[in-house]
């Protein structure tokens, strides 16, 4: 197959994919919600060449490069926003993606068609492979997924556990040429494995035994008479210099990390290894890989591989028997292929192809020890996500086993009529499940909505201000189950060039550029703050309720009332016994806490981060009246058993300015007292000021690794900081600001 073929089919690919969901493309808008939202910001930071790490992961970390997320922004500029041709910049995104999916597939065919005798035999094997890859990849879509838009789709996808099948496919498919002897795929070779090893942390686990397998094998044929290995490079030196600049330009992103050193995420990758070692049984693991070859689910309503016994699995099993026989017999036939392979013939083509054959299935049987491994090791509970590239392995098998038929194809019927048959064999077979492979916007309606919605909440935050040149940091402040609205929110904050920050327990999930102690938020002295508060409850506060699509309800078991409140709740010191700040079990603390607390199972609400901040509107006294005292009731210094003799030093601010001298507190409970004046607090209560917010440094809390609102277990603080309750009255005006302790 000629290079100009292989890019022909790769543009006849992608364009019928794209005129499948014309729609999606070119005549639906389409806003992104939870991961697509959370990715498109990366993809945002790609345009403007700021983006080092891959996808977050769910431990807090990232994966190791950002390719994807530069395939995206290049399709995002181009298609969208210099061609004009797609209607949503994730469209544009999503047929750049498609074009490279594309790519990888084909030259996956491309290597894998030029072992076959030219001819009847290459034709009938591109024809069943097209065919078989239709079938394959549209019953793949039967296995659940979070991509709330594509689902599990291998082309269209750019969710990074589905963008990892077809890489995958050209690694095994490339492996197995170069060790067969075929160096002018070392390029390709190295194409697959420097884009594996930016997508996902466990890739090393593969891409460098199948690398070093293809290279050994390389070696093996470079060697002369009476030597066992040789060097390739020097008989293919043009060729190892292509490979090696492809290899250096995807090691990039790991050489500039690990200049970052203790901060790079190498290092926080490391930790995680150190810290994580499970170990599922090997029979778990066999299933797993087991239940991917039925093209569905063991628990079909479930994203997760949970509970399972011995009966659930043999029913299992029964139930797919006709789908385990047909992989039986693909086993058979690529066991008969290794064997002949060592048979010596006349024909020296058809020798090379047995070679590669056997080859294929060393490697398939490589990597298939290498996924029940990873199978085995996998954190907490199995996802079906964490294997998605398992759909690689199955295709790459079935075309080892229909490669074995084609090779011994003898002509027996014209080659018009041959032709006619297969093209129209695969154009059948397309034709048949083109509805299941086109995109389509489960809830259009929803979409749209949510992003008038967004464009309503924008201009009626802003008119809230008393001055919009002001330019506040919106705070996003929201839970995990409203989370996938916000991170669409905050994706158009981004794109309208509107700044925001986040708590820090979402870093790895908005990035840490939008940690908000990065951010003015969490200096003393930094500029106007809004806080956007997300909630499932109504409200009376000024706000704009937000459109939430019915999938995310369903899966969230949310009710329909998704709320954004821009105003904080008020605090009026003027009160009969003063406003107070509850931080116990049922309190109403929470409500007011903006970054830097943590709830514990038990209710209370304490201090676990350097910088914590409470938001609230100061509802204005009359200085007549007297002052406004603040009191911090039963401070209590947390340690762990071995931090028993540290201090815990305490800085408090409000509305940017320190009230009163570091105080330095210690495990026995202190309530420290401070006083404002009037004219002080009435200061941040002005219309449009945004900046009554409270304030707490801690220079001796220490982490033991970053917050992550996804890790099962938040990280425990070395030294942080407990307590009781916070009350804010007026008393009678007693001289200058100052604190007092008990």
Known sequence: MKRASALA????????????????????????????????????????????????????????GPTLFYVQAFGEWLFHDTLDWTRSPYAGQTLAHALVMSGFFVAALMVFANWLPPGRARWWFLCGALALAVTHFTAMRSVPSYDVLHGPSAFLSPWSAHALVLPFLCLLVAGSSVAAGRATDLPILALASGYLLQLHVAEPMFVFPVFA????????????????????????????????????????????????????????????????????????????FLMFGAYTAYNPADNEFAAYDHAGMWTFLCAHAGL??????????????????????????????????????????????????????????????NSW????????????????????????????????????????????????LRLTDPSPEATHALRADIARLEANSLAALSSPASHPVRLLHFEYDTSPTAVGVALQLARDGLPFCTENRWHAYLGDREDWSHSAVANPSGGAVQVWRFAHTASTLPGVHLTTSPYLRDFFHAPDDLAVCYTDRPIDPAVPGGAVLDFGPGGNAPSYGVGGWFTGDDGQTWIDDPHAALAFQPVPVRPAEGDVEITLADLLSVLTPAQQTARQRLRVFFDGQPLGAEAVLTPAPTTLVFRLSAAHWNVASTPGALRGRLLFELPDTLLASKPNAFASQPPKPVIGLGLREIRFRQVPAAGPEQPASR
């Open 389 to 436: 590239f398992t759909f690689a392995i199955y295709y790459f098998a079935a075309l080892l086993a229909g490669a074995v038929g084609c090779a011994v194809l003898r002509r027996g019927v014209p080659s018009w009529l041959e032709r006619g048959l297969g093209a129209g064999l695969v154009g059948t077979v397309a034709v048949w499940h083109a509805s299941v």
């Open 324 to 385: 385990y026989a047909l992989w039986s017999l693909v086993a058979l036939a690529i066991c008969w292929a290794v064997l002949a392979a060592w048979r010596s013939r006349k024909i020296v083509e058809e020798k090379a192809g047995r070679r590669f054959r056997a080859w294929g299935g060393i490697f398939l049987s490589l990597i298939v020890a290498l996924t029940l491994r990873w199978n085995s090791r996998q954190d907490d509970q199995m996802f079906y996500f």
């Open 9 to 64: 089919l790769t543009l006849l690919i992608t364009v019928l994919l794209v005129a499948n969901s014309a729609d999606f493309f070119f005549r639906q808008p389409y806003t992104e919600v939870w991961d697509s939202a959370a990715n498109s910001l990366s993809v945002f930071r790609a345009k403007h060449f700021a983006q080092l790490y891959g996808p977050y992961s769910r431990w807090g970390f990232y994966h190791p």
């Open 213 to 288: 397998l293809a290279y050994g094998g390389l070696a093996r044929r470079c060697a002369g008479p009476g030597r066992f290995l040789d060097w390739p490079w020097q008989a293919y030196p043009r060729l190892h210099v292509v490979t090696g600049l492809i290899l250096l330009f995807f090691a990039l992103p790991f050489l500039l990390d690990f200049t970052r050193g203790r901060d790079a995420n190498v290092a926080v990758i490391w930790q995680h290894l150190r810290e994580h070692s499970t170990h599922k049984p090997l029979e778990r693991a066999v299933f797993y």
